[in-house]
């Protein structure tokens, strides 16, 4: 098993940042990628970031440019910078790891960005 607890999240005015992180606990070893979903009211859970075991990282288009995903080597630890935030951005945020076939999601962490 693998436990997840995201932590950074909080309230910002829009054109600042934050930085989310999200540390695995557990069975940790051969963690194949982590990132991170969010989930505005409403809307449907969507992907914003990820980032592989070999470092290999893909985004949402719509927060490229302003979001970066990193993560320790061996992968356990996520984080997300996100920069230049808009209050489009407001949403749960997610952290998810895949090990071997087995995903694994943290409790959530709310971001909001008042405009």
């Known amino acids: 098993q693998v436990q997840l607890v995201e932590s950074g999240g909080g309230l910002v005015q829009a054109g600042g940042s934050l930085r989310l992180s999200c540390a695995a606990s557990g069975s940790i070893f051969s963690m194949k990628a982590m990132g991170w979903y969010r989930q505005a009211p409403g809307k449907q859970r969507e992907v914003v970031a990820r980032?592989?075991?070999?470092?290999?990282?893909d985004y949402k288009d719509s927060v490229k440019a302003r979001f970066i995903i990193s993560g320790d080597k061996p992968l356990n630890t996520v984080y997300l910078e996100m920069n230049s935030l808009k209050p489009e951005d407001t949403a749960v945020y997610y952290c998810y790891a895949v090990r071997y076939d087995n995903n694994y999601w943290g409790q959530g962490t709310q971001v909001t960005v008042s405009s």
């Open positions: 980032i592989t075991s070999d470092s290999s990282a």
